[in-house]
């Protein structure tokens, strides 16, 4: 344990000062090697078996289709189509790239594919009808997270994949959840909306005009954006039924997210080139291989506490130090709230749920819901510093400075996320209905 505790500050340390994740990892891997008694070759073989697993190669190609989508036109036929329903809403333009980014998310399982598609468009919009610029970024830069949360997530795949869970019960347990982040930001979008200018309050792209005629171009209008959204939408509900009709697996459903998304971008919507393309593939490839890299050497890291039996000490001091479920639900979520704020969240998971599940188990939770708790929390690490990485692309794509993103992002995280996990974490059927209801 004394190692454990030393190599997580070695790791922390590494961080801290800027090194590259692949070589903090590295470095907390060699400390352990040197120090635990480790079989080196026997710890390579077993990583190089665990990077063949099909399960792994649904986050490449899901991490491929979420750039597809921002670049392909799919994202802004997305916008169109949720404008038509409530653009004319109060607090329209703030529900519209909250949807969006949930949907999106059912799409490539990515925070960060909502920020790049939504941001650009509808946070200029959201300007120009009175938002501040940092409230307009920190709404759409928050509700990315949606991307974590609502199937087919990353996190929830790489949970799956180092636990043994089902992949397709860990999706359903935050589905729920994720409705309710839905809920509680539109809410706070409200509110802020209600106290604006009321010339600010209108939805965007909204014609003008009086009489018949313009109420039949509007109605036209209308029409046509719901047909050219429509082979956009259709990816979503062509994997998710996929997936739970039984017809592909996660990672089958992730290429075909991918194949998809080409053809609408190529020949529907014909915003994709060769040259755009090729580009979108050369900076997708160098990002998968660093992220593999680093998940590889991640993963022995985290194998060598699993050969040093550190979760079952780790669960021996804890249970030593109170039997009370509720207080080690609090102190499990108060270190993976630290994780999140120090790695990504795939990194978290890898690192920790071998750790944590032992004593989840011993507690007598089901591993999806802690699928659910772990994939929430760790997503909000996402937007706080100073890991953050979604916060910071988000502060680049609304051009605001850090000063003024943080203040209202950690208020939407703290009044419409934090009581979204509590919730997640104490109420047991908030992540586990629909996962009991369909047989997981």
Sequence with gaps: ??????????????????????????????????????????????????????????????????????????????????NVFIGKARSGLG??????????????????????????????????????????????????????LIPPSIPIIIYGWVTGTSVLGSFLSTVVPGL?????????????VKKLPAETEDGFM???GNGATVASLKLNSKLFTIVKAIPGILIPVIILG?????????????????ALALFVGFFIYRQLTPKKTYKIFKSSSISIGAIMVMMMLCLMLS???????????????????????????ILINIFLTFMGMIVNDS?????????????????????????????????AGSLTPPYASVLYFGMKIGDVKFDEIIGPAMKILL?????????????????????TLLGY
């Design 242 to 258: 996929g997936i739970y009709g039984g017809i592909f697996t996660p990672t089958e459903a992730a290429a075909v997210a991918g």
């Design 1 to 82: 344990m004394i190692l454990f505790i030393i190599d997580i500050v070695i790791l922390v340390l590494l961080l801290m000062i800027g090194i590259p994740l692949p070589f903090v990892f590295g470095g907390g891997l060699i400390v352990m090697v040197l120090f635990g008694d480790i079989n080196v070759l026997g710890l390579m073989i077993w990583g190089f078996n665990q990077m063949l697993s099909p399960v792994l190669l649904a986050s490449p190609f899901f991490m491929l289709t979420g750039t597809l989508i921002a670049e392909s036109g799919i994202a802004e036929k997305l916008m169109d189509l949720a």
């Design 95 to 148: 529900i519209i790239s909250i949807l969006t980014c949930g949907i999106l998310g059912a799409i490539s399982g990515s925070c960060f594919t909502g920020v790049a598609a939504v941001g650009p468009v509808l946070i200029p919009e959201m300007v120009k009808r009175g938002y501040e610029r940092g409230f307009a970024s920190a709404l759409v830069t928050c509700a990315s997270v949606l991307g974590a």
């Design 347 to 379: 990194t978290a998971i890898i690192l920790t749920a071998p750790l944590l599940l032992p004593l989840i188990i011993e507690l007598g939770m089901s591993p999806i819901q802690f699928a659910a708790i772990m994939t929430i929390n760790l997503a």
């Design 180 to 192: 309710l982040v839905i809920i509680t930001f539109s809410t706070i979008n409200y509110i802020y």
């Design 415 to 435: 009044i419409g996320y934090v009581p979204v996990l509590i919730l997640t974490t104490f109420i047991e059927p908030i992540s586990m209905f629909l996962p």
């Design 303 to 329: 194998q060598t506490f699993v050969m040093l039996k550190i979760p079952q000490q780790l669960v021996k001091i804890i249970m030593g130090l109170t039997s009370n479920k509720f207080v080690i639900l």
């Design 206 to 208: 909204s014609a003008q």
